[in-house]
């Protein structure tokens, strides 16, 4: 499942921000699986995640998670 695998490597590398094309290049995981799987684990406060300046959002895990 998607949001395993994101909260797995998000996990390992906690201090650190990702563009979700840079997740799914790393995991080899569908975009569409990635996007969905971000959004449920914002919703859960399992991630943030921060408004770039051009568009778009970086996601890291959520140190209290963590």
Not at 31 to 40: C, D, P
């Amino acid at each position: 499942m998607a949001q395993e695998e994101l909260i797995d490597f998000l996990s390992e590398k906690e201090n650190q921000w990702f563009l979700s094309k840079d997740l799914v290049d790393e995991l080899n995981i569908s975009r569409t699986a990635v996007i969905r799987g971000l959004t449920k684990l914002s919703k859960r406060g399992v991630i943030v995640k921060k408004p770039l300046k051009i568009r778009g959002f970086a996601y890291k895990i959520n140190p209290q998670f963590s």
